[in-house]
Antibody
Framework: QVQLVQSGAEVKKPGASVKVSCKAS????????VHWVRQAPGQGLEWMGI????????TYAQKFQGRVTMTMDTSTSTVYMELSSLRSEDTAVYYC???????????????WGQGILVTVSS | QTVVTQEPSLTVSPGGTVTLTCGSS?????????PNWFQQKPGQPPRALIY???NRHSWTPARFSGSLLGGKAALTLSGVQPQDEAEYYC?????????FGGGTKLTVL
């Protein structure tokens, strides 16, 4: 079945960068967008950006522009999200989620990764 | 800055019906916002329920229905069950970018 498997938890110091991954399986990788979403402890979901694995085009939330970079590797069906200049407020669970890029279910967000806890602490 | 508004909390009795709404600071929510709805329980990733305002995923129980109502996206739960107690989020599309609502904590009591 469709799976999005994310990399393991990270602990970073303020000012550092983190790069997390999301490996897709059991579906045509380039036919679906991938969203990145984060959730700070006890808070709601926050949309960070989206990447189209067919071509690599990205759109980032204004809040993260200049600090986030989303990339992909079609050979391994993996998308990456790198966040730089980390601060304590970036401590959160980071999720990837798949969204249809065409057809009757265009823009439907369906499968989610398990989430990655990124802790920023000195 | 675009704001997507949801009721912070709602309470419903088992077997009852409740409607959650999702509004936009930019005006009426239409199908062009591709409203998605998600359910999240503590310690779990969100689970997709509804897409394009009205469409259920294959795993979404029939008691969950989506609509566009009074300029907002709406999620209606009919015949609420205790396991429906959760946080519910909507997600709207703004021509490239997406924005989540703040979430509605649904209590079944």
């Amino acid at each position: 079945q469709v799976q999005l498997v994310q990399s393991g938890a990270e602990v970073k110091k303020p000012g550092a960068s983190v790069k997390v991954s999301c490996k897709a399986s059991e579906y045509p990788f380039t036919n679906y967008y991938v969203h990145w979403v984060r959730q700070a402890p006890g808070q709601g979901l926050e949309w960070m950006g989206i990447i189209n694995p067919s071509g690599g085009t990205t759109t980032y939330a204004q809040k993260f522009q200049g600090r986030v970079t989303m990339t992909m590797d079609t050979s391994t069906s993996t998308v990456y999200m790198e966040l730089s200049s980390l601060r304590s407020e970036d401590t959160a669970v980071y999720y990837c989620a798949r969204a249809a890029s065409s057809g009757n279910s265009y823009a439907s967000v369906d499968y989610w990764g398990q989430g990655i806890l990124v802790t920023v602490s000195s | 800055q675009t704001v997507v508004t949801q009721e912070p909390s709602l309470t419903v009795s088992p077997g009852g019906t409740v409607t959650l709404t999702c509004g936009s600071s930019t005006g009426a929510v239409t199908s062009g916002y591709f409203p998605n709805w998600f359910q999240q329980k503590p310690g779990q990733p969100p689970r997709a329920l509804i897409y394009s305002a009205t469409n259920r995923h294959s795993w979404t129980p029939a008691r969950f229905s989506g609509s566009l109502l009074g300029g907002k996206a709406a999620l209606t739960l009919s015949g609420v069950q205790p396991q429906d107690e959760a946080e519910y989020y909507c997600l709207l599309y703004y021509g490239g970018a997406w924005v989540f609502g703040g979430g509605t904590k649904l209590t079944v009591l």
